[in-house]
């Protein structure tokens, strides 16, 4: 187990002119790209993602971040300043909506399978309920009525030096062999039940297989 002396030799960069001595200054041109709305290229990026995530934070700062995936398309662009991202069937925690309610403010980073560079979107989220608005969001004929509209504050392509360096999309680093038990083990240690671990496998097939939608 870590303990405090494990850090002695590690400063700590408690101030903004510490930590702007340690790099040097921005290139113009990633500042110049941080616009306040969506234009074309981000939008087309948005309407190809199958994949985002969400970051939000409580009154006390607490974050947490939420994975949200579906078919491309499912995040809809209303307008150049505002999203609509459907609500799918999760775990009912609710933890990135009731972080919304106590602090609207949100990040977004969306993904193209294949793609180096991502894209951020900062902006601020209302929890909205609508049928209609929803109804473009059907999977045999399913769908819930309530997701999130998003006004869009700032938004930039990240640049994919990330991504290359992590080989995201590349199969060098997938490991050879296992490297984590199934994901019903995992809760059923975690959760210290007193199920099997057979049903705990079958209960995440289970999921996965009939409450996607």
């Not at 903004?16 to 306040?36: C, F, G, H, T, V």
């Not at 709305?37 to 939008?43: A, N």
Request: hydrophobic letters at 35%; one cysteine or more; proline letters at 5%.
């Amino acid at each position: 187990m870590n303990t405090n002396k494990d850090f002695a030799s590690y400063e700590v960069i408690d101030s903004k002119k510490k930590l702007e001595q340690l790099y040097e200054a921005p290139l113009e041109i990633a500042k110049a790209i941080m616009l306040d709305s969506m234009d074309q290229f981000h939008q087309a990026f948005i309407r190809h993602s199958p994949f985002l995530s969400i970051a939000t934070s409580d009154h006390t700062g607490q974050p947490t971040i939420s994975p949200k995936g579906d078919a491309p398309g499912f995040v809809k662009i209303l307008d150049d300043k505002h999203l609509l991202i459907p609500d799918r069937i999760g775990n009912n925690k609710l933890e990135s909506f009731y972080n919304l309610i106590e602090n609207p403010k949100l990040g977004l980073i969306f993904f193209i399978p294949g793609n180096k560079e991502t894209l951020r979107i900062s902006g601020t989220a209302q929890i909205i309920r609508s049928e209609q608005g929803f109804s473009y969001s059907k999977v045999d004929g399913r769908s819930l009525d309530t997701g999130l509209l998003v006004t869009v504050t700032m938004c930039y392509f990240h640049c994919g030096k990330a991504t290359i360096r992590s080989k995201l999309w590349k199969e060098d680093y997938c490991p050879k062999e296992e490297v984590m038990p199934s994901f019903g083990k995992v809760i059923l240690q975690q959760s210290k039940s007193n199920a099997t671990e057979a049903v705990m496998d079958e209960l995440v097939e289970h999921v996965y297989k009939n409450e996607l939608y």
